[in-house]
C-alpha cells in the first residue's frame, strides 16, 4: 500500500510538473503575440488605424514632431533573426554604410527613421521550385509586402529565360528543364539586370551584410542589427555585376538571409537618392506605406523595378494633378509591362495603365490584381509585335499561390463575335466573365473571350 501510495505521489507530482510546464510554454507564446502587437501590460499607448504607436522622438528635421514608434516586430527566431556575415570574394571597391546613409535609406524607404521591417519581409528571399520540375523556372512566394518584389523579379527571370539567353529555344518546355545551375544564373542575370538599369547603365551598388556594426542607434534613429551592418559595393560594369551577385548569391536567396530587403536597399543605393528624388513627386514621398502591421511596396517600388525609374503612377509620361502640380508617369517602353484590376481601378486617368507598361518590349506583364500579384507571359516573342499573332493566342500564368503546381494556361481569342462570346461564357459557368485575371487581361485586349482550358481560375 505505501509503494503504490508513493508511485501515486509521484506521478502526481509528475503531472503537476507537466502542467506548470505547459502554462509556461503557453503564456510565453501570448507574451510573444503581445509583443509583436504591442499589446505588452507596460505598455498603454492607443494604436492609430495602421497599427502604429506614436513616441516622443524627435524627427529627422529636429522639430520634434511625434514619429511612429516601430512597427513589424518578432521575437529573434527561425528566419526572422539576424542574417548570418556574408562571405564576401570580391575585390570591388567598397564602404561601410554611415549613419547619415542609414537615416536617408530609413526616411526613403518609410518616411522616418523608427519604422523596421517586419517578420514576413525578413522571411523574403528569391528561391526557385525544384529544378526539373513544371515550376522549375518560378520563384517561391511568400505572403506580405515582399511578394510584389518577387513576382516583380519573375517577370525578368522569364524575360531571361525565353527572350535573351543564349543557345535556347524560346518555348514552355525550356523553362521547365532548367537545372539548378541554371536556375543560379538567371537570378544573377535577373537581379544584376534590374540594378544596372536603375544605375542608368553607369554603376551598380549592391548591399551585402557584414559582422560589424558600423552605426550605433541614436534617439532620432532605431537600429535593427541588420542596417547598421551593411558594406556597400560598387560595381562599373554589368557584367560584373552579373559576376558579383551570382558569387554572393547565397545572401539574396538563402533562407534566412533577408534577401529580399538586401536587394531592395541595393536598388535604393543603385538608383540613388538624388535620382530618387526627382523620380517622385508630391504624391508620394517614401517607397513603403504601412498596412496591417507590415507594410507595402508602393507603385513607385514596382516602377523601379520593371523600369529603372521609381515613377509613382502608371500612366504615360507626365499629368497635371488636381493643385496643377506635376504628376510623374512612364516615359517609355520596358521589357516587362505592367496589369491591374481590382478596387484601384477607376476612370480617372490617373490609375489607368498607359500604353507604356501595357505594351511592353516583351509580352510579360507584371499583374496586380485585387492586390496580389502574379505573372502573365506568352512564348512567342512576336506577339506585341505583329497584330496577326494577336487575334488567338496563349497567355500563361503564374501565380505563386502554394497550390499551383503548374502553370495555368489560357487561350485569348481577341476576334470572336459577339454571339460566339456569350455562347463561350454560358459553356464556362456563370459569373466566369468577370473572373479578375480575365478583366486584367481585357484591359488590354478589349472584349476578348478567354479561355482557362480545364484550370479552374485561382484570381
Known amino acids: 500500500m505505501a509503494v503504490a501510495f508513493l508511485d501515486q505521489e509521484q506521478s502526481s507530482q509528475e503531472l503537476d510538473l507537466e502542467e506548470i510546464t505547459r502554462k509556461i510554454s503557453f503564456l510565453d507564446k501570448w507574451r510573444e503575440i503581445f509583443s509583436y502587437h504591442r499589446l505588452g501590460t507596460n505598455n498603454t499607448t492607443p494604436q492609430n488605424h495602421e497599427g502604429s504607436h506614436v513616441s516622443a522622438a524627435k524627427s529627422e528635421d529636429g522639430s520634434g514632431t511625434p514619429q511612429p514608434k516601430r512597427q513589424g516586430l518578432l521575437p529573434s527566431s527561425g528566419p526572422c533573426s539576424t542574417p548570418k556575415p556574408s562571405i564576401i570574394s570580391s575585390k570591388s571597391s567598397s564602404f561601410p554604410i554611415s549613419l547619415a546613409m542609414a537615416t536617408k535609406l530609413r526616411q526613403s524607404l518609410f518616411g522616418n527613421t523608427v519604422y523596421v521591417f517586419s517578420c514576413d519581409w525578413k522571411k523574403a528571399c528569391f528561391r526557385f521550385h525544384e529544378p526539373f520540375s513544371d515550376l522549375a523556372f518560378a520563384l517561391e512566394v511568400g505572403k506580405g509586402g515582399a511578394q510584389s518584389i518577387q513576382m516583380a523579379v519573375q517577370g525578368l527571370i522569364i524575360k531571361y529565360l525565353l527572350f535573351t539567353r543564349e543557345g535556347k529555344d524560346c518555348n514552355f518546355h525550356s523553362l521547365c528543364a532548367i537545372s539548378k545551375q541554371e536556375q543560379k544564373q538567371a537570378l544573377a542575370v535577373a537581379l544584376a539586370g534590374i540594378l544596372w538599369v536603375a544605375g542608368e547603365a553607369q554603376k551598380a551598388t549592391i548591399c551585402l551584410v557584414t559582422e560589424d556594426t558600423q552605426v550605433t542607434s541614436t534617439p532620432d534613429y532605431a537600429g535593427d542589427n541588420f542596417t547598421e551592418r551593411l558594406q556597400l559595393f560598387e560595381v562599373l560594369e554589368k557584367e560584373a555585376t552579373e559576376k558579383f551577385i551570382y558569387d554572393h548569391l547565397q545572401c539574396f536567396s538563402g533562407e534566412g538571409s533577408h534577401g529580399v530587403i538586401l536587394f531592395l536597399y541595393s536598388l535604393i543605393f543603385s538608383r540613388t537618392f538624388e535620382r530618387l528624388q526627382k523620380d517622385l513627386d508630391v504624391s508620394t514621398i517614401h517607397l513603403l506605406q504601412p498596412n496591417a502591421g507590415g507594410f507595402l511596396c508602393r507603385q513607385a517600388v514596382l516602377n523601379m523595378v520593371l523600369t529603372g525609374r521609381a515613377s509613382p503612377h502608371v500612366f504615360n509620361g507626365c499629368q497635371n494633378g488636381k493643385s496643377q502640380e506635376i504628376l510623374h508617369g512612364v516615359p517609355a517602353r520596358s521589357n516587362v509591362g505592367y496589369l491591374q484590376w481590382g478596387k484601384h481601378t477607376s476612370e480617372d486617368g490617373l490609375s489607368q495603365v498607359g500604353s507604356m507598361l501595357k505594351t511592353p518590349k516583351l509580352p510579360i506583364w507584371l ?63 456563370p459569373g466566369r466573365r468577370f473572373s479578375p485575371v480575365e478583366m486584367a487581361i481585357r484591359t488590354k485586349w478589349r472584349e476578348a473571350t478567354i479561355n482557362w482550358n480545364g484550370s479552374v481560375p485561382f484570381f
Open 367 to 429: 499583374c496586380n490584381i485585387n492586390g496580389s500579384y502574379s505573372v502573365l507571359f506568352s512564348t512567342n516573342r512576336q506577339l506585341l509585335a505583329d497584330w496577326k499573332a494577336e487575334r488567338r493566342f496563349d497567355l500563361h500564368l503564374y501565380g505563386g499561390q502554394p497550390f499551383q503546381k503548374k502553370l495555368a494556361r489560357l487561350t485569348v481569342d481577341t476576334h470572336s463575335h459577339h454571339w460566339e462570346s456569350n455562347q463561350r461564357e454560358e459553356e464556362h459557368g
